[in-house]
């Protein structure tokens, strides 16, 4: 399984942003999550998409971020909006292939992508 993010930048305070995680190899998962690194911070939940499409995000992001899933091109988004200095990290996809319920735990996942870093200025 390889996973391919994209659409990372350099944007202002109140911008947006889409990501897209393209995923080969595999064309079922329980669950694709999106994950960031701040500089000099542990890595964090964002969100969470199920195969069912049932959403999951971080209280941080909620209402401001959107997950979603194209099935058909095996890609998963995540539309970012209201950006904050603080959303500043490298964000990653992940997939959960086998799925131990705990969709905001890094462990739950079993491939990562590279990673996209996006930058959100003041």
């Known amino acids: 399984v390889q996973l391919q993010a994209s659409g990372g930048g350099l944007v202002q305070a109140g911008g947006s942003l889409r990501l897209s995680c393209a995923a080969s190899g595999r064309t079922f998962y329980y669950h694709m999550g999106w994950f960031r690194q701040a500089p000099g911070k542990a890595r964090e939940f964002v969100a969470a998409?199920?195969?069912?499409?049932?959403?999951t995000y971080a209280d941080s992001v909620k209402g401001r971020f959107t997950a979603s899933r194209d099935d058909a091109k095996n890609m998963v988004s995540l539309q970012m909006n209201s950006l904050k200095p603080e959303d500043t990290a490298v964000y990653y996809c992940?997939?959960?292939?086998?799925?131990?319920?705990?969709?905001?735990?890094?462990?739950?996942?079993?491939?990562w992508g590279q990673g996209t870093l996006v930058t959100v200025s003041s």
């Open positions: 992940a997939a959960d292939v086998r799925y131990f319920g705990s969709v905001q735990d890094q462990n739950e996942y079993d491939y």
């Open positions: 998409i199920s195969w069912s499409g049932v959403s």
